[in-house]
């Protein structure tokens, strides 16, 4: 679902203002799942983690690359997203 999400984004990058308001709603969704922002920085690790595991031919470029398209979607849904309550939530996460 994730990643089809940014596959999405990237193939319809040339209809920016459609990509942003299918963005918007996915996070007004994702607040009424409780979604807040410090899950989109740990959702981002585990992505990333995921992402490289499964590619052989993984390079720093790949992250970049994968990092660079996560911020962004990352940047836009967090409008739409409550504070993260518990304070240092991200540094709970153990991935790196
Ligand atoms: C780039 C970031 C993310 C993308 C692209 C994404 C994408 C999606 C998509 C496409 C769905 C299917 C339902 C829908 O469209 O509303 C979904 C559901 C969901 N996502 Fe995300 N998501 C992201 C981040 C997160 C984060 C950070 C969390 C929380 C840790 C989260 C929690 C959920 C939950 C709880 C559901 C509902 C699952 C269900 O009821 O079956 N998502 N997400």
């Known amino acids: 679902m994730f990643v089809q999400v940014i596959e999405r984004c990237i193939k319809s990058l040339d209809d920016l203002k459609q990509v942003i308001i299918d963005i918007d709603d996915l996070a007004k969704r ?18 990333i983690k995921v992402l490289e595991d499964f590619d052989d031919e993984w390079e720093k470029q790949t992250e970049e690359a ?31």
Request: hydrophobic share 45%.
């Open 66 to 96: 994968w990092l660079f398209v996560f911020s962004l979607i990352s940047a836009l849904m967090k409008r739409w997203l409550p504070d993260d309550l518990v304070k240092n939530n991200e540094e709970r996460c153990t991935l790196q």
């Open 30 to 47: 994702h607040r009424k799942y409780g979604v807040n922002k410090g899950h989109m920085k740990i959702a981002g690790k585990a992505l």
